[in-house]
C-alpha cells in the first residue's frame, strides 16, 4: 500500500507540473495580446481568447490522462494502451463507471487520481475564470454596464 501511495504521490506531482505548465502558456499567451494591444473587446476576440484558453487546458487534461495510463499499464493493469487511457480517464473525471476496474494489488492509485482529478479540474476552472475576469475587465461594454448598475444602486 505505502508503494502505491508514494507512486500516487509522485503521478500527482506530475500531474501538476502539467497543469503549471499548460497555465503558463495560458497566461504568456494573454499577457503577449494584451502588451501588443491586439486585444480587442470584440466578441470574436473574446471567443478566441477563451476557445484557446480550454484548448489548451484539455490537452493538458489528455496528457495528464495519459500519464496515469501509461503507469496502470506499467504495472500490468492493462494489457493495451487504448484500455488503460479510457480506465485513467473514468477516475480522472471522477464518473467511476465500475466497468474497468483494477486489481485489489492497485485500486488505491485509482483513488489517488480521482482526487488528483478532482484538484486539476479546479486549477482548471480557476485559470477559466481568471481570464474571463480579466476579459471582460477591459471590456468598455462591460465596464459601462457594470458601472450603469453600481450608480443605479
Known amino acids: 500500500m505505502l508503494a502505491n501511495f508514494v ?17 503558463t502558456l495560458i497566461l504568456r499567451y494573454f499577457q503577449r495580446r ?3 494591444d491586439t486585444y480587442s ?6 471567443v478566441l481568447m477563451l476557445s ?12 495528464m490522462f495519459a500519464t496515469w495510463a501509461l503507469l496502470f499499464q506499467w504495472l500490468g493493469e492493462f ?6 487511457f479510457y480506465h485513467s480517464t473514468v477516475n480522472f473525471t471522477s464518473l ?19 482526487a488528483n482529478g478532482v484538484l486539476m479540474f479546479g486549477l482548471t476552472a480557476g485559470s477559466v475564470l481568471s481570464v474571463m475576469n480579466a476579459t471582460f475587465s477591459n471590456n468598455k461594454a462591460f465596464q459601462s454596464l457594470k458601472n450603469h448598475i453600481n450608480s443605479s444602486d
Open 96 to 114: 467511476g463507471y465500475g466497468d474497468i476496474v483494477m486489481s485489489p494489488k492497485h485500486r488505491l492509485l485509482g483513488a489517488l487520481e480521482a
Open 79 to 84: 494489457s493495451d494502451f487504448e484500455s488503460a
Open 7 to 23: 507512486l500516487g504521490i509522485l503521478m500527482m506531482i506530475i500531474n501538476l507540473g502539467i497543469q503549471v505548465v499548460a497555465i
Open 52 to 63: 484557446t484558453v480550454m484548448g489548451v487546458l484539455i490537452v493538458g487534461h489528455g496528457f
Open 34 to 36: 494584451v502588451e501588443r
Open 41 to 46: 473587446i470584440g466578441f470574436t476576440d473574446n
